[in-house]
């Protein structure tokens, strides 16, 4: 390409421009790369109780409903937990950490 001196400035500049984009761009995927790697190590989340459930309820909308499942089961003798999860989801239950399955079938029988 035949190009008048004028002209080099003008390429030389669209050529920086290039290299830094380039240069972005590297930079980005490779702390993206990073911080995936770093996610991948870390222990998964959990959101789970000490041991077995026995869940009379779960995934609740509201404190009123899951407090109406608990008193339900509170009038039939049993000891009763509402657990808040979120400000959106409760959960209704008899029976929270116990060890074994056969303990949180217990609860329910």
């Keep these: ?29 490779g702390s993206l790369a990073a911080m995936m790697a770093l996610a991948g190590l870390a222990p998964p989340a959990s959101a789970s109780s000490s041991g077995w459930e026995a869940i009379l309820g779960g995934h609740i909308r509201s404190a009123a ?8 089961a509170k009038k039939d003798g049993f000891k009763v937990h509402v657990q ?11 029976f929270n950490g116990g060890r074994t399955k056969a303990q949180a079938a217990a609860a329910c029988a």
């Design 1 to 29: 390409m035949n190009c008048t001196p004028r002209e080099w400035g003008n390429a030389e500049v669209k050529l920086n421009i290039l290299r830094r984009h380039r240069a972005s761009a590297l930079l980005a995927s």
């Design 65 to 72: 409903s899951a407090n109406t499942i608990a008193a339900q």
């Design 84 to 94: 808040k999860i979120t400000s959106t989801n409760y959960e209704a239950e008899i």
